[in-house]
């Protein structure tokens, strides 16, 4: 099983980026997917989440209306598109699956390494 993220990068304020997660060895389309990010000496903040067949999406509150999660089944990839970013977003970001069993928990079945977003002022 693999999660590889990419598209992470250096970027200023008011900049775009595009995420990718690219999953290998699992059924990907069985699977809810999240982007959870992690700032320098902070927990763990859940981003953004999309069902299995990706009709349903949620978004904290802090990326709401400036982040766009999306999956592409066919290829097996997630995405997190990134828009009006501000050095608050700065962070490792991490894609994970999850399964129906974890649903509503804080646990994930996989994860990715995680990419370097990194938004200068």
């Known amino acids: 099983v693999q999660l590889v993220e990419s598209g992470g990068g250096l970027v200023q304020a008011g900049g775009s980026l595009r995420l990718s997660c690219a999953a290998s060895?699992?059924?990907?389309?069985?699977?809810?997917m999240s982007w959870v990010r992690q700032a320098p000496g902070k927990g763990p903040e859940w981003v953004s989440s999309i069902n299995a067949v990706g009709d349903s999406t949620r978004y904290a509150d802090s990326v709401k209306g400036r982040f766009t999660i999306s999956r592409d089944n066919a290829k097996s990839t997630l995405y997190l598109q990134m828009n009006s970013l501000n050095p608050l977003d700065t962070a490792l970001y991490y894609c994970?699956?999850?399964?129906?069993?974890?649903?509503?928990?804080?646990?994930?079945?996989?994860w990715g390494q995680g990419t370097q977003v990194t938004v200068s002022s």
């Open positions: 994970g699956a999850q399964s129906q069993r974890l649903l509503g928990t804080h646990e994930y079945d996989y």
């Open positions: 060895g699992f059924t990907f389309d069985g699977y809810y």
